[in-house]
């Protein structure tokens, strides 16, 4: 039984709306795939529509499993729910010999050799990270819809790994490659090419799709491509029944030609349009959304222009925690510990999750959650012991068992043997390089451990050991910790996340920063995603060195500017802590008196004028006693803070910016003396 007083008002409003154009605009936590999931159930338990002709598209394959299961627990099955490849796949095979005959075709799921031998064919080097990065042009333009001719001219300020024209030159032989003696290679985007040809070509294609599918919906369709919107337009013909729902500000594969012009023009295209906007978020405490709110308000560009402000409408819960670590070592520790204390008190380890910006991060929290005993699972990308450079490491040193090599210095030819595979000195500069570096770093680190915990273990006996780790942090089963990038972690919730790695470079990541605002504007989106992942609790954390003993010469996410302000380092550790927002008027403070006072400078000041006269007056005093000058002992910024708050006790003293335990001990009875002395301006 579908009930949508399960909705709010406005949801209600989209869910129940005739079959028709529909588009949510809407934040993150807001409903709109509950919106969407209760709109088609809605349609089928009112007869509107079979289950069977209706189609859904959603951004991943566990996205489409998980609107078929709440589907299902409402009782409807049978409707399609499938990311735009799968369903293209699908329709692709039924349709093939209506419109190619017997020509055979084959998926193309790995293109990249083929791209390494179309770049030797054009005079090119084929380096892994070269190769990777001309198949990153090769999918935006066939995303985009621009053919190898139009590549240099389309390419506005994108900056291509190579000249324009090879690359170009790449693409055009590339397209030419995959048509051999024994049919056709397609890659994921012809199947998304020929399906929208085949029903745009063939009327009786056409006509029989469009008698199957009748109603569709999409979500995420603010990171949809051209080639999938003319997918889609294929689809509906001259129809309009198709729901779309969106949120602009979580725009984040605009690197691979995706665009929120869609969504926000959608309204344009279908003047009769049901337009809903959603502003209550069900998914994160008052604390994280607005968090959320501040870190989108700095946005720039489109997307901005249709900010959207969240409303937390949850109970309240704690306040997001900063902190800045000395390491990565020290970070990812730290991280596991403070999962175990949410385990133990009552949050499933399945409601947890760390993310991070690249997929090579995980490998120190991966190493961190294991030592602490926590089972985890690694999601988008590949677990550590899978990624493609730690496999080769392995087999490399295997290889170097079998020819009996001299391993009395273990680490050393563990070291060289990397070497070959990209572990140099010092970090290599770009994205992808260093992606790998980093991997290969935390292996030597893995070993040097393993070396440690067993002395006198040889190659045959490290090799043995690496082995037990790949399997033992590979539990095939059990529910864990969600390990996964800010990009795979679109659309999903956790009660707890940890935004781990916060550094200027890795968040905004480095070639964002080189490719300039735009990219940067993406990088900021990734954020807000990240954020509003959280329901209940969120852990932003950063390291200031990447090693122990490093140098600490990293500088924290420039997205947390305004947002944390650092605190002076104490016993070692580095500290930081929440930005405050004016006392008064809850605007997020700017200048650093501002901070200190914890009131903006438009709202009256709540201090009563004596107070703040007595505590001056003392202050001179003092500073004259000592012969420094009066900030030294306390800034008026300080002695206002303390006019207003009034704290009662050493405690209270402590929290006012300006006040640390030497000052305590110096001041502090003083300090309360003349602050309890005053009654409470009213
Ligand atoms: P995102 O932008 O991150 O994809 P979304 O807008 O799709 O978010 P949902 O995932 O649909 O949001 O909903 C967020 C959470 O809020 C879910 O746990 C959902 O069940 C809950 N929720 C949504 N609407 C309501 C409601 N009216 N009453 C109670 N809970 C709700
Ligand atoms: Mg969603």
Redesign the pocket.
């Known amino acids: 039984m579908i009930n949508l007083q399960?909705?709010?008002q406005d949801?209600r409003i989209a869910a129940a709306a005739p079959r028709g154009p529909v588009c949510i605009l809407?934040g993150?936590?807001?409903?709109?795939?509950?919106t969407i999931t209760y709109r088609i159930a809605n349609l089928i338990d009112q007869g509107f529509i079979s289950p069977n002709r209706v189609l859904a598209v959603t951004f991943t394959a566990r996205a489409a499993g998980e609107m078929r299961h709440r589907l299902n627990l409402m009782g409807i099955g049978g409707v399609q729910a499938r990311t735009f490849h799968a369903a293209a796949r699908r329709q692709l095979s039924y349709f093939w010999p209506q419109v190619a005959g017997n020509l055979r075709w084959t998926l193309l799921d790995n293109k990249f050799p083929l791209v390494g031998r179309a770049m030797r064919g054009a005079g090119m080097e084929s380096g892994t990270d070269k190769v990777r990065d001309v198949l990153g042009e090769i999918e935006w333009a066939k995303a985009s819809l621009i053919s190898a001719e139009q590549y240099p001219e389309k390419l506005g300020l994108r900056t291509p790994p190579a000249p324009a024209e090879k690359v170009a030159e790449v693409y055009a032989r590339y397209e030419r490659m995959k048509t051999t003696e024994d049919g056709v290679l397609l890659d994921f985007d012809d199947l998304l090419l020929h399906t929208a040809g085949a029903l745009e070509n063939s009327p009786a294609v056409a006509e029989e799709f469009r008698e199957q599918y009748r109603s569709f919906t999409v979500d995420e369709y603010q990171d949809v491509t051209p080639l999938q919107q003319r997918v889609l337009e294929a689809w509906l013909g001259e129809r309009d029944d198709l729901t779309v729902v969106g949120?602009a500000n979580?725009t984040i594969y605009s690197f691979t030609g995706a665009t929120p012009d869609y969504l926000l023009n959608f309204s344009r295209t279908y003047d009769n349009a049901t337009v809903v906007k959603l502003q209550r978020d069900?998914?994160s405490t008052p604390q994280i959304t607005s968090l959320a709110n501040t870190v989108i308000s700095q946005a720039r560009g489109r997307a901005a222009g249709t900010r959207l402000e969240l409303q937390g409408i949850r109970p309240a819960g704690p306040e997001p925690e900063f902190s800045a670590f000395d390491d990565e070592t020290t970070e990812a520790r730290e991280v596991a510990g403070r999962i175990l204390t949410l385990i133990d008190s009552g949050v499933p380890a399945s409601g947890i999750a760390v993310l991070y910006r690249i997929n090579a991060q995980s490998a120190v929290f991966e190493q961190a959650l294991a030592d602490a005993g926590i089972v985890y699972q690694v999601r988008g990308g590949e677990g550590f012991f899978n990624r493609a450079e730690i496999k080769q490491s392995i087999s490399q040193l295997v290889r170097a068992s079998q020819r009996d090599v001299d391993d009395s210095d273990l680490l050393r030819l563990v070291r060289r043997t990397l070497v070959p595979l990209g572990l140099s000195a010092e970090e290599p500069e770009g994205a992808r390089e260093r992606e790998r570096w980093q991997s290969l770093t935390a292996f030597v680190e893995l070993v040097e451990e393993l070396l440690t915990a067993t002395p006198g273990l040889d190659l045959e006996g490290l090799l043995q050991k690496l082995r037990q780790r790949a399997e033992a942090k590979h539990p095939p089963t059990m529910e864990g910790v969600t390990l996964a990038s800010l990009h795979a972690a679109k659309?999903l919730?956790w009660d707890a996340v940890f935004l781990v790695g916060l550094v200027d470079s890795t968040l905004p990541i480095s070639h964002a920063i080189k490719a300039g605002d735009e990219a940067i504007e993406e990088e900021r989106r990734l954020f807000y995603v990240g954020v509003?992942r959280a329901r209940e609790h969120l852990f932003c954390s950063w390291s200031l060195a990447r090693q122990e003993g490093g140098r600490k010469s990293r500088k924290r996410s420039r997205f947390l500017d305004g947002i944390v302000v650092d605190l002076p380092a104490e016993h070692g550790r580095a500290r930081s802590t929440r930005a405050k927002n004016c006392r008064s008027c809850g605007r997020p403070l700017v200048s650093p008196a501002e901070k200190v006072i914890g009131r903006c400078g438009q709202c009256p000041s709540t201090a009563d004028e004596d107070t703040f006269e007595e505590l001056r007056t003392w202050r001179n005093s003092i500073a004259r006693d000592d012969n420094v000058p009066a900030y030294v002992v306390f800034s008026n910024a300080t002695l206002m803070a303390l006019a207003e708050t009034r704290p009662g006790d050493e405690n209270e003293l402590l929290n006012v910016p300006g006040v640390g335990p030497m000052k305590i001990e110096k001041y502090g009875r003083e300090l309360l003396r003349i602050l309890g002395g005053h009654p409470q301006a009213g």
């Open positions: 399960d909705l709010d949801q809407a993150a936590g807001t409903g709109k795939t509950r949120d979580q069900y998914r659309g919730e509003t």
